[in-house]
């Protein structure tokens, strides 16, 4: 049985400051305004289809203490995450190229484009102190309220310095520069006093009363899950631990002649304590390889897998399966998460 094997892809604890200035003029207090102007309504900033090619990954840390707590009382942000990172899934996508776009009707405020699309994982925080925000755009809109999008892809920006755009207009590419360890973007809203608030609650803390800044039709997408599967596949051997480290994953094909068979999981969002179970199941329905495990730390992103060596001169050509299936314990009893695929050997 070949290993299983997991790696933690972000710095789940680095106090990020992916939200703050990428130029002086990102943080913007609005002299004179209301602290009741009216906030804008957003619509979903990432055009993809949500649960399938992208999903959020971090929500606004809305726990004033050094501990963190996203708006449900979750733990899928981290202490002081400033605003809501969607993430696409893998570095092959972000070379298909995502589209960001304005939130809201506003003019863009301030820009910057040419850093490279980097893991800070690798290079360290240091690389980018000062410009952890990476390739940005910050767009004005009424009122004083103001939105800002991070980690943009280098050369993708496609808007000016004073563009008037529409709620939906591209904006640039999803891209992993700046303080960033996966691609994605990372969409900061700050009200009138330059104050950052979570756009799902419209507070900077959790409220009861709050209510969400998100438009009807975004809100209807962007349902709350407490755990991501957000790639399942097969391949015919472990893959290397630099790559999983930089997330890229790939599938291989397999055949009767493959030297092993695994079966490989990518998830956002796992939690300390969650109990997960990975299996991968003949033609003939016998499990030819299982573990259960439990997840030890809260993590942003993280891997599995599990497989077999070939022990006979070939496989048995058939389907063969593999499942992956999370549970959690929560105040409101158990919750059980599960994928699995199927690949043929013919």
């Known amino acids: 049985m070949l290993p299983n094997n997991g790696i933690n892809s972000t710095a789940a604890r680095i106090r990020q400051v992916a939200g703050a200035l990428f130029m002086s003029v990102v943080l913007l207090v609005v002299v004179g305004r209301s602290a009741n102007a009216e906030p804008p309504i957003l619509s979903v900033p990432i055009a993809c289809e949500l649960g399938d090619d992208c999903w959020i990954v971090n929500y606004f840390d809305a726990d004033p203490s050094e501990s963190a707590s996203d708006y449900t009382g979750g733990s899928r942000t981290y202490d002081g995450h400033g605003g809501t990172d969607f993430a696409i899934r893998d570095l092959e996508a972000m070379a298909a190229g995502i589209k960001v776009l304005a939130a809201a009707p506003g003019v863009v405020k301030a820009l910057r484009d040419g850093m490279a699309d980097i893991n800070v994982a690798e290079t360290g925080r240091a690389a980018v102190t000062k410009r952890e925000c990476g390739n940005g755009v910050l767009i004005n809109h009424d009122d004083g309220w103001s939105t800002q999008y991070c980690h943009l892809r280098k050369g993708s920006v496609r808007v000016e310095q004073g563009q008037k755009v529409a709620a939906g207009d591209v904006l640039a590419l999803v891209g992993q520069s700046g ?163 199927e690949v043929v050997i013919r």
């Open 179 to 341: 303080l960033a360890e996966f691609p994605h973007v990372h969409l900061t809203v700050r009200n009138p006093q330059g104050q950052k608030v979570d756009p799902f609650t419209a507070r900077g803390q959790r409220q009861s009363d709050a209510t969400s800044l998100w438009n009807r039709s975004g809100l209807a997408k962007l349902a709350y899950q407490p755990t991501s599967i957000f790639a399942v596949g097969f391949r015919d051997g472990v893959p290397d631990s630099a790559l999983v480290k930089l997330g890229a994953i790939e599938n291989t094909p397999v055949s009767r002649t493959s030297p092993a068979l695994l079966f490989w999981v990518g998830m956002f969002g796992v939690r300390a304590g969650d109990r997960y179970r990975i299996t991968l199941s003949g033609p003939d329905g016998r499990t030819l390889a299982r573990t259960e495990k439990k997840f030890q730390k809260n993590q942003a992103r993280r891997f599995a897998w599990i497989g077999k060596r070939r022990e006979a001169s070939e496989w048995v050509p058939g389907r063969y399966l593999g499942r992956i299936t999370i549970d959690r314990t929560t105040d409101a009893g158990p919750q059980t998460i599960a994928r699995e695929q």
